[in-house]
């Protein structure tokens, strides 16, 4: 089982960029598609951002889409969520995790976490001036 660990969260002000990492521990990384998360305190966690096990296909929640980007590097086990054009409302604590589904499958309906079994401690991203 996939153990994702996030690092690169902070502070930073509006209109900035912040890049996160996601280094997943675990046989067969390549296997999984991966998804990007994040959640603020009484909220559910949000869906932000998923990419595909060979990393051809991304899939965006609208707020985001033009701001953020997300890539992986198989052979390093790692998924690199990228955030631009950073806005106040977009800090939260980050997670990425893990999905057993296939892309297919994963797409054919709103992503969701319950979509995702194997989840990281997350990071905090703060945009503030």
């Known amino acids: 089982q996939l153990q994702p660990v996030e690092s690169g969260g902070g502070l930073v002000q509006p209109g900035g960029s912040l890049r996160l990492s996601c280094a997943a521990s675990?046989?067969?990384?390549?296997?999984?598609?991966m998804g990007w998360f994040r959640q603020t305190p009484g909220k559910e966690r949000e869906f932000v951002a998923a990419?595909?096990?060979?990393?051809?296909?991304?899939y965006y929640t609208d707020s985001v889409k033009g701001r953020f980007t997300i890539s992986r590097d198989n052979a390093k086990n790692t998924v690199y969520p990228q955030m631009n054009s950073l806005k106040p409302e977009d800090t939260a604590v980050h997670y990425c995790?893990?999905?057993?589904?296939?892309?297919?499958?994963?797409?054919?309906?709103?992503?969701?976490?319950?979509?995702?079994?194997?989840w990281g401690q997350g990071t905090q991203v703060t945009v503030s001036s």
């Open positions: 675990g046989m067969s990384f390549s296997r999984y598609p």
């Open positions: 990419i595909s096990q060979n990393a051809l296909v991304t």
């Open positions: 995790a893990a999905s057993g589904r296939i892309w297919r499958i994963l797409t054919a309906t709103p992503i969701s976490s319950a979509d995702f079994g194997s």
